[in-house]
């Protein structure tokens, strides 16, 4: 069963920085692109940012670009989202988000991880 | 990266059938079929209903199916049942090799 399940979101101050973690399992990670997807309170989804299985693209929103860099660590199964210069419009869940496979679209999807940006 | 235009709400009473629209350009819905559909509810991750315009993931009931024509996707629910209460979202690949989303429609089942 394929699991994923983000970490890190908190209460940050606006300007601040903070890195989301997903760990991976029960599923080849190295196989998968990623993505990052968000929803803010009470709206609907966003995607933020997706990279493929060895890295090598790397693609993101334009309401993130230059801010946010997504990562991952194929020994660890792990995906990152760092993202800097945060604003009170990032303020959202964010989703780690497993592609299908083979085909663009999106089959799987964390809990999601709560970041407040707020003074 | 505009969002794909659904309408906000959608509603029909148990066992009828109600379409959902999902309408994008031919840099997103019009050029490729990797059109998705996502049902959420409260509180809960989305789960992907529909992939590739039509196709169902193992598990979905057939109760749910998917089509496109030019630039407009729609997801069709037959036989609606009150656990199909819930926000769907569309979704697809574009142009610039990123995903956008719908705006969502919530669907009653009065």
């Known amino acids: 069963e394929v699991q994923l399940v983000e970490s890190g979101g908190r209460l940050v101050k606006p300007g601040g920085s903070l890195r989301l973690s997903c760990a991976a399992s029960g599923f080849t990670f190295t196989s998968y692109n990623m993505n990052w997807v968000r929803q803010a309170p009470g709206k609907g989804l966003e995607w933020v940012s997706s990279?493929?299985?060895?890295?090598?693209?790397?693609y993101y929103a334009d309401s993130v670009k230059g801010r946010f860099t997504i990562s991952r660590d194929n020994a660890k199964s792990s995906l990152y989202l760092q993202m800097n210069s945060l604003r009170a419009e990032d303020t959202a869940v964010y989703y780690c988000?497993?592609?299908?496979?083979?085909?663009?679209?999106?089959?799987?999807w964390g809990q999601g991880t709560l970041v407040t940006v707020s003074s | 990266q505009s969002a794909l235009t659904q309408p906000a709400s959608v509603s029909g009473s148990p066992g009828q059938s109600i379409t959902i629209s999902c309408t994008g350009t031919?840099?997103?819905?019009?050029?490729?079929?990797?059109v998705s559909w996502y049902q959420q509810h409260p509180g809960k991750a989305p789960k992907l209903m529909i992939y590739d315009v039509s196709n169902r993931p193992s598990g979905v009931s057939n109760r749910f199916s998917g089509s496109k024509s030019g630039n407009t996707a729609s997801l069709t629910i037959s036989g609606l049942q009150a656990e199909d209460e819930a926000d769907y979202y569309c979704s697809s690949y574009t142009s610039s090799n990123t995903y956008v989303f719908g705006t969502g429609t919530k669907v009653t089942v009065l």
């Open positions: 990279i493929s299985s060895s890295s090598s693209y790397i």
């Open positions: 988000a497993k592609d299908l496979g083979g085909v663009w679209s999106i089959d799987s």
């Open positions: 031919s840099s997103d819905v019009g050029g490729y079929n990797y």
